[in-house]
């Protein structure tokens, strides 16, 4: 068991101090720090011995937990705010009823009350030769090679993947929130700055274990996302190998306007396939403009995956996910 200082700091200046004191967020690097939420993605890979960071930042004191409307008429999401309270949150169930839906089909409601909006942002890859110290893995030791390549990869990626890795992000909240274009707030040491979703994650390409922009010593402070669009019609639909407490082999976000039996704004995002969450704009302009109607649908979801590339065991996601994301928009639309 490795040893590692635990400091609780009051406010967001401190955690940042705190956290700046390390020049490295790289695993396994001397002197490496990571904030903990609600620990069920850090305090996993701690008992695995993949994390080991030497510095533990507990920012459940930080007054982050709040959920509130914005001048704009859009919602601020505060970083440790619990994924159950986001889930049933009024606001959250009337206008931005996709991203409720995507959070309660994750995990379990023990997880969901403990799990935060920063913590599920950056949760890791379930790939299980990221799990395991005793084997190679390119993401936890750049360099090693990537052995789910030619090894167990019926649950990982099919877009997005590179010779390095082909893990998938596991999130069901970052596909809603891809959908929803939000914005990810973070603090640093060099001040604050706001990243877009689509911005925040990181394809894996020859550094795979850099999975987001953070930068060492930074903080997501809050999360927000634009006003809602009036009328649309939005869902989250999610397949898995069990109904529940699983996560997406593929999963579709859809936020779609629908005037006089045509599109006329589609928002599409993918989980289950991607390294990142994927937001796909092959399937959106595929779909503006055109009837509202199964053959509309199905050809946006053969744009979607026209570059999916798959694997030794995952060809079955392809089509999968071209279903998930076809009825997803015919459930929407007819909702
Ligand atoms: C058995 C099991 C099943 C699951 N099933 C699903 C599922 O079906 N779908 C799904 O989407 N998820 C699932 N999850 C994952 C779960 O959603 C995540 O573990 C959770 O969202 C992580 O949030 P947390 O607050 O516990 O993060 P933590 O474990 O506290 O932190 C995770 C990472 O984020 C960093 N971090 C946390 N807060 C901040 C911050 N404010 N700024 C910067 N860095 C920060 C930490 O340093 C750490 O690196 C499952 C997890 C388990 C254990
Ligand atoms: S897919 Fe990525 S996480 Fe999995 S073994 Fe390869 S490098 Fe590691």
Redesign the pocket.
């Known amino acids: 068991m490795h040893t590692f200082e635990f400091t609780r700091p009051k406010d967001s200046a401190g955690a940042i101090r705190a956290a700046s004191q390390t020049k490295t967020t790289q695993q396994g690097a001397p002197g490496y720090a ?11 890979l701690m008992k695995l011995n993949v ?1 080991t960071p030497s510095q533990l930042i507990d ?1 459940n004191r930080l007054p ?1 937990a709040t959920i509130e409307g914005t001048p704009d008429g859009g919602l601020k999401i505060g ?2 705010v619990r ?1 159950s309270d986001l889930a049933h949150h009024p606001r959250v169930q009337r206008d931005y009823a996709v991203l409720s839906q995507a959070l309660l ?4 409601a023990q ?1 969901r009350n ?3 909006t ?3 942002l ?2 890791r890859t379930r790939c299980v030769y990221f799990r395991d110290t005793a084997i190679a893995c390119n993401k936890r030791e750049p360099g090693t090679g990537c052995p789910a390549i030619t090894g167990f990869n019926r649950t990982l990626a099919i877009l997005g993947t590179s010779e390095s890795c082909i893990a998938t992000n ?4 970052n596909v809603a929130l891809a959908a929803l274009e939000a914005t990810v707030h973070v603090q640093g040491p060099k001040g604050a700055r706001a990243v877009p979703i689509g911005e925040f994650h990181l394809l894996p390409g020859s550094t795979p274990q850099r999975e987001t922009v ?1 930068e060492p010593g ?4 809050h999360v927000t996302l634009p006003p809602p669009i009036a009328g649309s019609k939005q869902l989250y639909l999610k397949l898995r190998d069990r109904a529940s ?4 082999l593929a999963s579709a976000a859809v936020v779609l306007t629908i005037a006089n039996g045509k599109v006329t704004r589609a928002r599409v995002a993918m989980g289950g396939v991607g390294t990142k969450p994927w937001r796909s704009p092959e399937a959106e302009s595929a779909l503006v403009g055109q009837a509202a109607d199964a053959a509309s649908f199905r050809k946006a979801a053969e744009a979607a995956l026209r570059n999916a590339k798959p694997q030794s065991e995952n060809a079955f996601k392809v089509e999968l996910a071209k279903r998930c994301l076809t009825h997803a928009l015919q459930t929407a639309a007819t909702s």
């Open positions: 990571r904030f903990v939420a609600g620990g069920t993605t850090l305090i996993d994390e920012i982050l970083a440790t994924n089909s994750g995990a379990s997880l403990m799990a935060t920063a913590g599920n950056l949760q596991p999130s069901d909240m953070l930074d903080l997501i402070t407490y699983e996560f997406a």
